[in-house]
């Protein structure tokens, strides 16, 4: 079975400081995909940043970075120069790589801070 | 291109009744999977279509099904409805049924069941 647990159910942080979000993962499988989503307060969640398990390289988009640690089965994700439109829950899911199925975190609940 | 839409976006109903919930995907994908947003559990896997067929199913009891229409539209029921079932339904979709292909989630509907 796969688990996705994220242990901070609430975070806030300074308009354009950084903050980093915290996920850890269990599965016995090898070839997976991990990604971080957001849903902001309008409810539409959206694909922040994905990474393949089999790459070593850290994902980047923009201002979203992660820290993936395989052997730790950690997915953590760095947002820089945070933004007010940042708050939002922040899901952290984990994908095998042969379904389609999420398996999503409890969530984390952003605020920037203006 | 329309993103992916959801019809209710909210819904009362009262215990016992059914409902009939719709997914509309974006346009030229085929792969629909819906999930249940509770705040007490989180984001759990309800069921993925793909090419009218029900490909994987989540651990929820037979009240809940679906189906997915030839033009990729799919539709969810809940029969019998229990309070417990008051949730945000979401439905994604994506070009097809892999982990490669990125899933777009819509807005959701919000169904209270009284």
């Known amino acids: 079975a796969q688990t996705v647990t994220q242990s901070q159910p609430e975070m806030s942080v300074q308009e354009a400081e950084t903050v980093t979000l915290s996920c850890t993962y269990d599965?016995?499988?090898?070839?997976?995909?991990l990604f971080w989503y957001k849903q902001p307060p309008s409810r539409q969640m959206i694909l922040v940043i994905r990474?393949?398990?089999?790459?070593?390289q850290n994902a980047t988009e923009n201002r979203f970075s992660v820290n993936f640690q395989k052997a730790a089965k950690s997915f953590s994700l760095k947002i820089s120069d945070s933004q007010l439109g940042d708050t939002a829950m922040y899901f952290c899911a984990f994908m095998l790589n042969t379904g389609n199925q999420f398996y999503f975190g409890t969530g984390t609940s952003l605020t920037v801070i203006p | 291109k329309a993103g992916v839409t959801q019809t209710p976006r909210y819904l009362i109903k009262t215990r016992g009744q059914q409902v009939t919930l719709s997914c509309s995907p974006i346009s030229g994908h085929r792969s629909v999977s819906w999930y249940q947003q509770t705040p007490g559990q989180g984001l759990q896997f309800l069921f993925e279509y793909f090419s009218e067929t029900q490909r994987n199913k989540g651990n929820f009891p037979g009240r809940f099904s679906g189906r997915q229409f030839s033009n990729s539209r799919s539709e969810m029921n809940v029969s019998t409805l229990e309070l417990g079932d008051s949730a945000l339904y979401l439905c994604?979709?994506?070009?097809?049924?892999?982990?490669?292909?990125?899933?777009?989630f819509g807005p959701g509907t919000r169904l209270t069941v009284l």
């Open positions: 990474q393949e398990a089999y790459k070593q």
């Open positions: 994604a979709s994506s070009l097809y049924p892999t982990s490669t292909d990125t899933q777009y």
């Open positions: 599965t016995s499988e090898s070839n997976y995909y």
